[in-house]
């Protein structure tokens, strides 16, 4: 049984319908918080939702499609408003990582990619953290790739988004930090979700790459979220955490 650590606070987690969003909703519920479970598809978020309820948490689905600054904005309106007018907790996790060579990218996929990676994140940030920092404290969690940190061919249009939102990281917490939020990212590596175990060879090659030598589940880059994300990391700030089977290490 998790501890109740984050007993009456609100965490907001974007691309929570599947994945390590779905993941990280379930562990913040297991630790007491009240969680926002954000996507675009309802029967998956409400899937999400009832599973947490069903363990006794607190959790509630709201509808968004981050590609545009005005929905992210709705969003977060939306949040505060089934919250009790606050977030204390924001993880930016949604997003999408198309591979493929840079001469064959449309602009359309580039600009597609830069608006749910980057963009939501700077506007959710830009609507959530002042309402943190007026209250004295928060905590922002990004997640990033190890394709942020390695060239890996394919991955250049993906890998520079994440590359964003690591400096993001730590501009962010050089602007929030002072008021008692903290902004950490996880970089993360090879990991199995409904997206990835569609193309399975080359997940399990690409974590062959890692010291652990295999992908991690759902649950394990949910656990360093977390742990990001409660009080027991207070002195934590503008990290970019790699959890990764130790492949950025090597
Ligand atoms: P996933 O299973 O594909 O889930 C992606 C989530 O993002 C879904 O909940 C999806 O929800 C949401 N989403 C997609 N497009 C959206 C849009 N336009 N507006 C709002 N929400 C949208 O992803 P995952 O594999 O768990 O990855 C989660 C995060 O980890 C991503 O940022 C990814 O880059 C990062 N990451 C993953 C891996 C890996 O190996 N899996 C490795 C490194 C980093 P709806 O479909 O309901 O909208």
Redesign the pocket.
């Known amino acids: 049984m998790a501890s109740a650590s984050m007993q009456g606070k609100v965490a907001l987690v974007?691309?929570?319908?599947?994945?390590?969003?779905a993941a990280t909703a379930e562990a913040l519920a297991e630790r007491g918080a009240h969680v926002l479970v954000?996507?675009?598809?309802a029967a998956?978020?409400e899937h999400v939702v009832g599973a947490i309820r069903e363990r006794g948490g607190r959790a509630g689905f709201v509808s968004?499609?981050?590609?545009d600054a005005t929905a992210v904005r709705r969003l977060a309106l939306d949040a505060l408003g089934l919250a009790g007018g606050r977030v204390d907790v924001l993880v930016n996790?949604?997003?999408?990582?198309p591979f493929g060579p840079t001469k064959d990218t449309e602009e359309s996929l580039f600009d597609a990619v830069y608006a749910?990676?980057v963009k939501a994140p700077f506007y959710l940030v830009a609507e959530l953290a002042p309402g943190m920092a007026e209250r004295g404290g928060g905590a922002i969690v990004n997640?990033?790739?190890?394709a942020a940190a390695l060239g890996f061919s394919g991955m250049a249009l993906y890998g520079s988004s994440?590359a964003a939102l690591n400096l993001l990281t730590k501009a962010w917490a050089a602007e929030y930090g002072p008021r008692g939020v903290r902004v950490n990212a996880v970089q993360?590596?090879?990991?199995r979700?409904?997206?990835?175990a569609q193309a399975e060879e080359e997940?399990r090659s690409l974590a062959a790459q890692a010291p652990a030598g295999r992908p991690a589940s759902?649950a394990e880059i949910a656990a360093a979220i977390v742990y990001l994300a409660d009080d027991e990391a207070s002195f934590v700030q503008g990290a970019v955490l790699p959890v990764d089977g130790g492949r950025t290490a090597v």
């Open positions: 974007t691309g929570a319908t599947s994945g390590i969003g954000a996507g675009r598809d998956r978020g968004a499609d981050l590609r996790n949604a997003g999408v990582y749910l990676n997640v990033s790739t190890i994440k993360v590596g090879p990991t979700t409904e997206t990835t997940l759902a």
